[in-house]
């Protein structure tokens, strides 16, 4: 009886220190004392990065010299837009888009792009096979070229839920990190 008494304790004592660093890892408000890195709130973000706003343009301008025109269908998303999309074909009508909620997308942070090709009558097409330029390529795929190098991480390559549209530059940080607020430089120079 003894015995197994010890083996209880011991087991609630493991339990409460697992979920003791689970609270440092998570920082939950109230519950444990803020980390030190959650002291200061973030500045708040309301448009893409200054360095991804410079590849961007950079993108729009080199895919036109391929004979390409595109169009930034998105950019910087705040949070009720970031929702109202990961509701859609959830509790809205339409297709679901994201699986993505509030604070877990890299548009969230001015990290992220959307990008769609444009006719020359200003007609707006998300076809990966179109070749405007008649050069035997694809347009979608020089696209994603240009932007991957120009340093852009490109949605399609993701295996669980590809998102061809999506581009982004995340300067080596997590969701996570960005939740908990830390930011990339501002100075391109500076960047991982």
Known sequence: MVKR???????????????????????????????????????????????VLEQKNKLVSRAKEQKISIIITDGFRSHEEQTRLYNQGRTTDGSIVTNARAGESYHNYGLAIDFALQLEDGTVIWDMEYDGNRNGKS??????????????????????????????????????????????????????
């Open 139 to 192: 347009d979608w795929m020089e696209v994603v070229a240009i932007a991957k190098d120009l340093g852009f991480h490109w949605g399609g390559d993701w295996t669980g839920f590809p998102d061809y549209p999506h581009l982004q530059i995340d300067f080596g940080l997590t969701i996570r990190e960005l939740q908990r607020g830390e930011r990339p430089p501002l100075d391109p120079e500076t960047r991982e």
């Open 5 to 51: 008494r010890k083996t209880t304790i011991l087991l609630i004592a493991v339990a409460l220190l697992a979920f003791y660093y689970m609270q440092i890892q998570t920082s939950i408000p109230g519950v444990l004392p803020e980390l030190e890195w959650n002291k200061e709130e973030a500045p708040p973000i309301t448009d893409l990065h200054p360095y």
